[in-house]
């Protein structure tokens, strides 16, 4: 490809919309463009990236025997309706209606359309096992689209689906996709860890999520060096925490005036924020509940929404804490609290002596005894941990880090078998629901998690693997007859010996040059110049180190193959 015909804007100045370096040098590296909030144009070097990065996925997908479909992007309401899923997915999924009042969705995930698909056609466990991937676009209106390609409403995504005739049949495909998609983040050039996850929508009985480590990502990771044990913070258990024992007190209530935070309170009465209660006030479905917590911590919304089994969380409105709860905002507690469901943390009801709203401006009680005081509806497990948190496999502390989820996979087990009849006949002839397994990648979100980690202050510095083109070849001069005359002949013996290469034969400055190489990230950059007329030797400068090799001219494949690896 030569330069001059590459369509590859880039751009000098930082976008004002991007907030991220992934999405900042899309758009300045020619790469992307906006069409609308969370939904971008992929331009020319964005697509081979994107389409290498599928490569490698087919190809490890294939070496586990799974299969390439492609189903529907519009997808029939029915079947999200059989399958209960239609009302969870709420205003993220997007529903339309064809001419006659028929009412579809753009797939945000295809669980229920491959179950219908496979149970079409699978009668016999002799046809099991199974397990079916595609690469296509995937639809979810995302309230805040934000970070570019990291979190849009239009993305690309590999989805894989397993079918079984039984959970050892599905641990085996587990451990294979498990296993493959090591190779393919491996291959990708990514730094990841595979963590414990939460199901969410897709439900099941256990998950996984690759994080690719970086500082910007959305999701919280933590991990303990002692056991390897490892989760992301929507997952990670926590122990109870055993508070000293201390003689109860008589409970009482004591001005606070203006004093509403935790922070507040615990600098007005003199006592440490872990001697606080912290009550936190939500509204879902079935009413208001109410969320205690030590004042230390922090309210894991996921475990929360599992522990009460509902499908809409929100915080509750002020108007809303005093209608229903009939209470204060900033002063509201669990003590003499009537009609709201009450869910405490569990290390909550081991406290002694704490302190909490009393339900009355500028009051707050003292002395509060939970296990004497007030009753919970629900005592669990619901806070989000924090770095040097124990590790609840060996009781270390863990350590925190940030991360984009770059893949995840679900045991599924019968749940959408079971509520879309998808059944198989076992050797006695009785009737079974196939055991599924789900595995999704990100493509798109996956090229920018690369991003993340691999730049500098210049430009993308991409793993070979991935790179739109592994060379660029920049005669210093394109007005040099000499230099040009090189620069064609290492660009067509390049070509020919099958390594992807631009020729930067724009009219351009070298300076220019040089800027726009080290921006679209080209993993080598080969400089023809004095050296090469004079000498014999190309300049070759690696992109992910900056080393800088003299080649000769005459014979230099080799050295190019070397130093891509």
Known sequence: MRASKLYAPTLREVPAEADIVSHQLLMRAGYIRK?????YSY????????RKIEAIVREEMNAEDAQEVLMPITQPAEIWQE?????????????????????FCLGPTHEEMI???V??????YRQLPLNLFQIQNKYRDEIRPRFGVIRGREFIMKDAYSFDKDVAGLAINYQKMFDAYTKIFSRCGLNFRPVEADSGAIGGSGSHEFMALCETGEGGVVFCKQCSYAANDEKAELAVIVMPVETELALQIVDTPNVKTIAEVAEFLN????????????????????????????????????SLGCLNLDMATERAIVE???????????IGLKAV?????????????????ANATDKHYVNVNPKRDFKADIVTDIRLIKANDPCPRCGEPVEYARGIEVGQVFKLGTKYSQVLDATYLDEAGKAKPMVMGCYGIGVSRTMAAVIEQCHDSNGIIWPVSIAPYQTVVVPISAKDAEQMTIAERIYKTLSDNGIETVLDDRNERPGVKFKDADLIGYPLKITVGGKAINEGLLEVKERKNGEVHFIAVENFIDDIRKLLG
């Open 35 to 39: 069409a609308a909030g969370g939904i």
């Open 324 to 334: 229903d709860m009939h209470s204060i905002s900033g002063f509201i507690g669990p």
């Open 271 to 306: 006592v440490e924020n872990c001697r606080l209660i912290k009550s936190v006030a939500y509204h879902t479905e079935t009413g208001p509940v109410l969320v205690l917590i030590r004042g230390d911590h922090q309210v894991n919304d996921i475990k929360l929404k599992n």
């Open 119 to 124: 149970k079409m056609d699978v009668r016999s």
């Open 43 to 50: 331009l020319p070097l964005a697509l081979r990236v994107l």
């Open 341 to 357: 469901k009450i869910v405490a943390d569990s290390s909550v009801m081991n406290m002694y002596n704490a302190v909490t709203g």
């Open 83 to 103: 399958s209960g899923r239609w009302d969870v997915y709420g205003d993220e999924m997007w529903r339309l209606s064809d001419r006659h009042g028929r009412m």
């Open 115 to 117: 179950t219908t698909l």
